[in-house]
């Protein structure tokens, strides 16, 4: 058994938020909250104790939406491409061609980051660009937000991609002025690339979300969403499970439509156990903000589109149903405010047809909603899944693209609230570089974009409500409430050790904080 003392005790719970002492028992699981001669009384003679310090204890971080997979494979096989490795399209090229000497002629080589609002170029780099890093290895660069993918030629040419090729339902192959295709895909059209790209094996995967979960712990996260999910990586998942291989605790959520065809994969067997969640099915229904593919009823700048719908309003509707009936939430990525009206419509007829108040069904992202879309929200018990850590690392994107009436809503944490829905706080890593939560909280506080000016003030909120939706927010998004996200009897000891308190410091040195412990059932599974 642990006793923890001696330090500032956020527990989250909503009465007796803070304690002076927390005792963890041998299964892994909290004994007593509470003050310290309480919890020291029900404390076994010899109990280990961790003298906090005057350090601050919280509930692990709960990141409700990070692509656990992905960015394993960016910590262990792929190239890096962000701004910060690669910040010009010269030095992309580089880090390719430097892969390429290293890996087999033949060999499919990827990496991920780029963003070309941020490349001094001004562009999405092109299929041209790449087969300078490589005529002799199939290259696929995608994007930051995940919306898009650059080819090169060769992996053009391996996917069958010509100027004949037609656009996929709910995607774009983009052309130059002579009908060629650029090496630019978005949004569905991915999977016509996606589809020819060999898996990693089952160990090489198994590698990557491992690796991704010690990550996690290092800043302070023992619980997480991983919410783009195929059958081969529930099989993966279901693998580390069985052999205790898990480091956080993962909530799955399986996918049903795959990008670049009409295929409509199962409804997954469902499976909860201490340390792996699949009863939530994910839909995609728009694109990407930073991107310009997120559909809004105003045309964008620069691109004078209006985003992408992925699905006719029809289909969507059915295949909601579908896994509505049988018992599964859905979480729905929809930002843009049409993408969002059609989600809604879509979740208010499955709820009037069937009525399940205990299935509360999310919107990942909510980053554009209209005012009639909160009350619409809350009526259905809507979990919003937002990412207020996009504004420090695309708001640059978003000030180039959205017409200037959507800046001033755009990821409204605030009105989120105002009008009763759970809020999760989440990065979508590896859209972003860097999951902190820390920051995340930060960019929910000061809102503060990529240029150091503010976007959207008056959405805001305060250190404490960010901390909850990092913390218990999550819990509840992923129907974990009762296990975890807060510090009480029964719950999963899973905790952080920080080196200073978020509800407590300005704003502006909130980033000095450091994640000092992380204990996942008790066990301490981290330490700086």
Known sequence: MILFYNGVIHTMEREAAQ?????????????????LAAVESAAPVGC??????????IPGFNDAHVHIWKMGLLLTRQVVANKATAPDIEMIIYRFRDKAEMTPAGTWILGRGYNEAELPERRHPERHDLDVASLEHPIALTRTCGHMIVANTLALQLAGITRETPNPPGGVIVKDVNGEPTGLLQETAMGLLTRVIPEPTDAEMGEAIKAA????????????????????????????????ELAVRVNGMPIRRPDGGTETLPLPERFVSDWLRIDTVKFFADGGLSGATAAISEPYKVTYNTGVLRFEDAELLELMWEAHREGFRIGTHAIGDVAIEQVLSAYEAIQERMPRPELRHRIEHLGLPNPDHYGRCARLGVIAVPQTVFLPALGASFRRYLPDSFIDHC??????????????LSSDAPVVPDDSPILGMKAAIDRLATDGEPIALDQAIGAADALYAYTMGGAIASGDADNRGSLRAGKWADVTVLSGD?????VERLLEIQVEQTYAGGRLVYEA
């Open 19 to 35: 304690a002076e002492a927390v005792l963890v028992g041998d299964d892994g699981r909290i004994q007593a909250v509470g003050t």
């Open 48 to 57: 280990k104790r961790v003298d906090l310090g005057g350090r601050t204890l």
């Open 213 to 244: 979960n010690q990550h996690q712990l290092s800043v302070g996260i023992t619980s997480a969403t991983d919410p783009l999910l195929t059958p081969f990586h529930l099989r993966v998942y279901r693998q580390l499970e069985a052999a205790g």
């Open 411 to 424: 990821y409204p944490v605030r009105s989120m609230l105002e009008a009763g829905l759970t809020v999760a």
């Open 502 to 506: 978020p509800l407590t410091t300005p």
